[in-house]
């Protein structure tokens, strides 16, 4: 069965913090990882990863993929009271037949920015 | 509009009642997903379309949820004789393509929060 793992499940930091958050799956067929930023409303993109090692970046934020340890990391430089939500990773499938279209989701990290 | 869109936001239905979620994909958009979103969870996938086609509905958890789009642009879900345990968020995203770089993005509505009492 797909699995999607991210830890901590929440954290609180200060602002001007820098906090990495994690995401590691068991897929098969693995075809990308994708961060979603959800507040209350609907998730928001922030990255979608397909090769190992190259780092995307905006702004703030940066994530990577390591696909020989099935990782993925999302780093959050200077904290902002803005960033208190929860993101979400989540891996999308190359085709093998029915139950390869969605993206499976972990949890999310609930990450709490205090003044 | 500049983005997806659903109605209604919120919804109280009573056990046993039917209810229909519609959804508004970004104009152009291919593909089309549903997901449940229960309290404390990550999205789960339920079912998708690629135009009018529903390729996929391994996620739907019954008989009771059914889903459409018929002209390959708006899409409903509709779960009949609601039970409490679908109370969740149902969240909607469109994206260009299902797989292909950037164009397989998924973009999210903001969700339509049902509550079966």
């Known amino acids: 069965e797909d699995k999607v793992v991210q830890s901590p499940l929440s954290l609180v930091v200060h602002e001007g913090d820098t906090v990495t958050l994690n995401c590691s799956y068991e897929v098969t067929n693995f075809r990308s990882l994708l961060w979603y930023k959800q507040e209350k409303k609907a998730p928001t993109f922030l990255f979608m990863l397909t090769s190992s090692g190259i780092e995307k970046k905006s702004g703030r934020l940066s994530s990577i993929l390591d696909k020989k340890e099935l990782f993925s990391i999302l780093n959050i430089t200077a904290t902002q009271t803005g960033d208190s939500a929860i993101y979400l990773c989540?891996?999308?499938?190359?085709?093998?037949?029915?139950?390869?279209?969605?993206?499976?989701f972990g949890k999310g990290t609930k990450l709490s920015v205090i003044p | 509009g500049a983005g997806v869109s659903q109605s209604p936001r919120y919804k109280v239905a009573k056990r046993g009642q039917d209810v229909a979620l519609r959804c508004d994909p970004i104009s152009g958009h291919v593909s089309l997903f549903w997901y449940q979103q229960a309290l404390g969870q990550g999205p789960e996938f339920l079912t998708y379309f690629q135009n009018e086609a529903q390729l996929d509905k391994s996620g739907l958890p019954s008989d009771r949820f059914f889903a459409e789009r018929p002209e390959g642009s708006v899409s409903t879900l509709k779960i009949q004789r609601t039970q409490q345990e679908d109370s969740a968020v149902y969240l909607c995203a469109s994206s260009l393509v299902w797989a292909g770089g950037p164009r397989e993005t998924q973009y999210f509505g903001p969700g339509t929060r049902l509550l079966v009492l």
């Open positions: 989540a891996v999308g499938k190359k085709y093998s037949g029915a139950g390869s279209y969605q993206l499976t």
